[in-house]
């Protein structure tokens, strides 16, 4: 079974440029979430999907970040204009629902490493 | 609030046991986690508790959870190389699925 697909792995940009990140899901993943790692600390909630439906979105910085997840697949997260300080691993995870019985496992991706010169 | 709280390091030698330990401060968590994120990849669930139990055990490792104390610890045992890792813990509480993330505890296994 693939697991979570995050792209580029690697991105170098200079300040006020826009970037874009990508994420596939586990396929029949419902819920899925954009986790921002900073270097040294553990991942923080972004935004979080079920299906479509953004339900967690209160850690988006919502003048610069925006995400979507059309068809409630695929999603991308965009920031425009890139800051010196957005730069982090940006984090894809998915799981199959909402609080499942077992106590909802994330799987992650290997992360997008953003570089803002 | 939720705060999930690590120490930064720990080191120990081959074959040794090793003990990350963590606080959180979340009352009504529901369940707690252990995660190991190796460089350059992401977070891989280990293991995870129950929050009305008091202890888990899965091969070489053993959670325990001190609710009252609001206490999680990981302990590995036999602990080898292949363990070198960043561990986070995580807990969720209140509805939904929202996992808050600990700081990371960076474990290096020296021979």
């Known amino acids: 079974e693939a697991g979570v697909v995050q792209s580029p792995r690697y991105k170098i940009i200079e300040k006020k440029q826009p970037v874009a990140f990508w994420c596939n899901p586990i396929?029949?993943?419902?819920?899925l979430y954009w986790y921002l790692q900073n270097l040294g600390q553990g991942p923080e909630l972004l935004i979080r999907?079920?299906?479509?439906?953004?339900?967690?979105d209160s850690q988006l910085p919502k003048d610069r970040f925006s995400a979507e997840r059309l068809k409630g697949v695929d999603s991308t997260l965009k920031i425009q204009p890139a800051e010196l300080g957005d730069s982090a691993v940006y984090l894809c995870?998915?799981?199959?629902?909402?609080?499942?019985?077992?106590?909802?496992?994330?799987?992650f991706g290997e992360g997008s490493r953003l570089t803002v010169l | 609030g939720e705060d999930v709280e690590q120490s930064l390091f720990l080191s120990v030698r081959e074959g040794d046991s090793s003990v990350i330990n963590c606080t959180y401060t979340?009352?009504?968590?529901?369940?707690l986690y252990w995660y190991k994120q190796e460089p350059g990849a992401g977070l891989q669930l280990l293991t995870y508790i129950f929050s009305n139990m008091d202890m888990k055990q899965d091969q070489r490792l053993t959670v325990l959870l001190n609710k009252k104390d609001k206490h999680l610890s990981l302990r590995i045992a036999d602990t080898q190389t292949g363990d070198s890792a960043i561990y986070f813990c995580a807990e969720k509480a209140g509805g939904g699925n929202k996992l808050t993330f600990g700081t990371g505890t960076q474990l290096k296994v020296e021979l």
């Open positions: 995870a998915s799981s199959s629902g909402p609080g499942q019985g077992a106590g909802g496992e994330l799987f």
């Open positions: 999907y079920e299906n479509e439906e953004a339900v967690d």
């Open positions: 979340d009352s009504s968590s529901t369940y």
């Open positions: 396929s029949g993943h419902n819920t």
